[in-house]
T-cell receptor
Framework: NAGVTQTPKFRVLKTGQSMTLLCAQD?????MYWYRQDPGMGLRLIHY???????AKGEVPDGYNVSRLKKQNFLLGLESAAPSQTSVYFC???????????FGPGTRLTVL | KQEVTQIPAALSVPEGENLVLNCSFT??????LQWFRQDPGKGLTSLLLIQSSQREQTSGRLNASLDKSSGRSTLYIAASQPGDSATYLC?????????????FGTGTRLQVTL
């Protein structure tokens, strides 16, 4: 099993460009999460999903959209990137009835 | 709003030393507390999980304690090794089921020197 994978690993955008980050998990987990990690602030929850076709806002959802069309994939979109969205983005998944979240390796995004 | 603080932000110790990492939180209404390890360029690896009804958990050279009443958790690392060098994050779980969410601390960056 690959666990949780994220694509791409690195990306540089110009202000105003759009992009989509892909998170994929092969563990048949119901829950999926997107976090961002900034220096000195820990990880903060952007959006999450409790199952296929559902999404919900986390702590810092502004400027991001998500979709969960397939159970194994959770997409994070930036419609118009801003320098404030420069961060490391982590995806995680969790199985219903369990506590532990499994994390992907992260995507480092720089917005110029 | 739950706030989670980790002190110190960075720590450097010589190999073989025992060390303690601290995590403090403002809201004691938590379901469990986890300690994660993060290596550069990699994701988070769960080290220990303490249920709210428990006081501590041990795994090898690691021991984590939880004191909900004082809003504190500690991660004790015995006989530190250079391979222990990483960032350590504590995270609290609030809510259950679909409402269950993690709140992360700010992290402690540990360097173990030869």
């Amino acid at each position: 099993n690959a666990g949780v994978t994220q694509t791409p690993k690195f990306r540089v955008l110009k202000t105003g460009q759009s992009m989509t980050l892909l998170c994929a998990q092969d563990m048949n987990h119901e829950y999926m999460y997107w976090y961002r990690q900034d220096p000195g602030m820990g990880l903060r929850l952007i959006h999450y999903s409790v199952g296929e076709g559902t999404t919900a806002k986390g702590e810092v959802p502004d400027g991001y959209n998500v979709s969960r069309l397939k159970k194994q994939n959770f997409l994070l979109g930036l419609e118009s990137a801003a320098p404030s969205q420069t961060s490391v983005y982590f995806c995680a998944s969790r199985k219903t009835g369990t506590i532990g979240q499994f994390f992907g390796p992260g995507t480092r995004l720089t917005v110029l | 709003k739950q706030e989670v603080t980790q002190i110190p932000a960075a720590l450097s110790v010589p190999e073989g030393e025992n060390l303690v990492l601290n995590c403090s939180f403002t809201d004691s209404a938590i379901y469990n507390l986890q300690w994660f390890r993060q290596d550069p360029g990699k994701g988070l690896t769960s080290l220990l999980l303490i249920q709210s009804s428990q006081r501590e958990q041990t795994s090898g050279r690691l021991n984590a304690s939880l004191d909900k009443s004082s809003g504190r958790s500690t991660l004790y690392i015995a006989a530190s090794q250079p391979g222990d060098s990483a960032t350590y994050l504590c995270a609290l779980t609030r809510g259950t089921g679909t409402a269950s969410k993690l709140t992360f601390g700010t992290g402690t960056r540990l360097q173990v020197t030869l």
